[in-house]
């Protein structure tokens, strides 16, 4: 069964609807390339650090009275994303029914902040604070509040597997329409910031007090970020085709990926496969391009081993911050964008290439699509837990 991605909402540091976003993403601003993205400095969320956040500037939508358990940033910057797609959606609802239609979707944070700001009000003043619920922080509160908010009836669940859990979203959406447990699906991601996410990275020495430096030999960390990325799954036409998704489970280490790749390697090899194609198929690949020394190594190793060293490839966090549980929608909704336009999303960086890196073909900007209308984007999260989505021109 040919399943399309037939709309798309996005909201992210670049901006808070899909040509917002775009006009910036393949159009950067001139000059340094690390003033092109969204990425701003803070000194309040570490003491004695200076962090480089990509959080969203624009007003975000308030969640309905009627759903005030569900009110949190997390699902606001999805409902900003809903909003855009809401007569793809009710045309989905009135075609397939309301009980049809899944909710699968993807998160790291949920509304952890709300429960930061919660228990420092209850520690200043001795009660939580009025409007506070418990279950605005819940992990799986995204789904919920999405099926809760269309009255949608098909299954409703939230992927938590770091990094990869909205690309996650998007397979498990794909195997329950392939199985017949429902006929569409909203899928995608959300993630919002937080101070123990931020201490968290940090403490891990993963994060840059400098912007984003993907795959520089001058790359020291990552930067954090926020956004939410969704589509409509379904068999409808649409502009922009899932083609394959592969997945595995390497499980090398909690944190640090494999050195030389191999779990990268299969989730790629296993989408490609899926989809029926050789890696030569593949006119561009989205890098996941964290910006940290182990990880940038491993997956120019993985992508070199796979694609060669002349497939045009960019890594673009450095527009948005590392959005974690939203990344790998948000990076497979760049490629969404990048189908339909011709262009390819260009790598900024420094140009310091690096020693432990096999060279890579990195995109410039203005840079057209040149080859097959087919792209791999690759996510990889703590634990060993690898995606890569294949995309193609519909």
Same mark, same amino acid.
């Given at each position: 069964?040919?399943?399309?991605?037939?709309?798309?909402?996005?909201?992210?540091?670049?901006?808070?609807?899909?040509?917002?976003?775009?006009?910036?993403?393949?159009?950067?601003?001139?000059?340094?390339?690390?003033?092109?993205?969204?990425?701003?400095?803070?000194?309040?969320?570490?003491?004695?650090?200076?962090?480089?956040?990509?959080?969203?500037?624009?007003?975000?939508?308030?969640?309905?009275?009627?759903?005030?358990?569900?009110?949190?940033?997390?699902?606001?910057?999805?409902?900003?994303?809903?909003?855009?797609?809401?007569?793809?959606?009710?045309?989905?609802?009135?075609?397939?029914?309301?009980?049809?239609?899944?909710?699968?979707?993807?998160?790291?944070?949920?509304?952890?902040?709300?429960?930061?700001?919660?228990?420092?009000?209850?520690?200043?003043?001795?009660?939580?604070?009025?409007?506070? +619920?418990?279950?605005?922080?819940?992990? =799986?509160?995204? #789904?919920?509040?999405? $099926?809760? &908010? %269309? @009255?949608?009836?098909?299954? *409703?669940?939230?992927?938590?597997?770091?990094?990869?859990?909205?690309?996650?979203?998007?397979?498990?959406?794909?195997?329950?329409?392939?199985?017949?447990?429902?006929?569409?699906?909203?899928?995608?991601?959300?993630?919002?910031?937080?101070?123990?996410?931020?201490?968290?990275?940090?403490?891990?020495?993963?994060?840059?007090?400098?912007?984003?430096?993907?795959?520089?030999?001058?790359?020291?960390?990552?930067?954090?970020?926020?956004?939410?990325?969704?589509?409509?799954?379904?068999?409808?036409?649409?502009?922009?085709?899932?083609?394959?998704?592969?997945?595995?489970?390497?499980?090398?280490?909690?944190? +640090?990926?494999?050195?030389?790749?191999? =779990?990268?390697? #299969?989730?790629?090899? $296993?989408? &490609? %496969? @899926?989809?029926?194609?050789? *890696?030569?198929?593949?006119?561009?690949?989205?890098?996941?391009?964290?910006?940290?020394?182990?990880?940038?190594?491993?997956?120019?190793?993985?992508?070199?081993?796979?694609?060669?060293?002349?497939?045009?490839?960019?890594?673009?966090?450095?527009?948005?911050?590392?959005?974690?549980?939203?990344?790998?929608?948000?990076?497979?909704?760049?490629?969404?964008?990048?189908?339909?336009?011709?262009?390819?999303?260009?790598?900024?960086?420094?140009?310091?290439?690096?020693?432990?890196?096999?060279?890579?073909?990195?995109?410039?900007?203005?840079?057209?699509?040149?080859?097959?209308?087919?792209?791999?984007?690759?996510?990889?999260?703590?634990?060993?837990?690898?995606?890569?989505?294949?995309?193609? $021109?519909?």
């Amino acid at each position: 069964m040919k399943l399309n991605l037939t709309a798309l909402g996005i909201v992210n540091a670049l901006g808070a609807d899909a040509g917002t976003v775009a006009a910036r993403l393949f159009h950067p601003i001139e000059g340094p390339w690390w003033q092109a993205g969204a990425l701003t400095p803070r000194t309040d969320i570490v003491p004695g650090a200076t962090l480089w956040v990509g959080a969203v500037a624009d007003a975000l939508p308030e969640v309905p009275a009627a759903l005030h358990n569900y009110a949190c940033r997390n699902n606001q910057l999805a409902l900003a994303a809903l909003l855009q797609m809401e007569a793809p959606i009710a045309a989905a609802i009135n075609r397939y029914g309301a009980e049809r239609i899944a909710v699968i979707l993807g998160t790291s944070t949920s509304g952890m902040a709300e429960g930061e700001a919660g228990l420092k009000a209850r520690q200043r003043d001795g009660v939580w604070p009025n409007g506070f +619920a418990y279950s605005q922080q819940e992990p =799986g509160n995204l #789904a919920l509040f999405v $099926a809760d &908010l %269309l @009255a949608l009836r098909g299954p *409703a669940y939230t992927v938590h597997t770091a990094c990869s859990s909205s690309g996650k979203a998007i397979a498990s959406a794909q195997r329950l329409i392939r199985a017949g447990l429902c006929d569409a699906a909203i899928v995608g991601g959300a993630d919002s910031l937080c101070g123990t996410t931020l201490h968290g990275f940090f403490a891990l020495e993963a994060l840059s007090q400098r912007p984003l430096n993907a795959f520089s030999a001058n790359r020291d960390g990552t930067c954090i970020g926020e956004g939410a990325a969704l589509f409509l799954l379904e068999p409808a036409p649409g502009p922009v085709a899932l083609l394959g998704v592969g997945e595995s489970s390497d499980a090398h280490h909690i944190s +640090a990926p494999e050195p030389e790749g191999r =779990g990268a390697r #299969a989730a790629m090899n $296993a989408a &490609l %496969l @899926a989809a029926g194609l050789a *890696a030569d198929a593949v006119g561009y690949v989205n890098l996941h391009g964290t910006g940290t020394k182990l990880n940038d190594a491993m997956e120019g190793r993985a992508v070199t081993a796979i694609f060669g060293a002349d497939t045009p490839c960019s890594a673009t966090k450095v527009l948005t911050g590392h959005t974690l549980g939203a990344a790998a929608a948000t990076e497979a909704a760049f490629c969404w964008m990048a189908l339909q336009r011709g262009l390819l999303p260009p790598h900024l960086w420094d140009g310091v290439a690096a020693d432990d890196i096999p060279p890579l073909r990195l995109a410039m900007p203005g840079e057209e699509l040149r080859g097959p209308r087919t792209m791999l984007s690759a996510s990889y999260a703590f634990g060993g837990s690898n995606l890569a989505l294949l995309l193609g $021109a519909a």
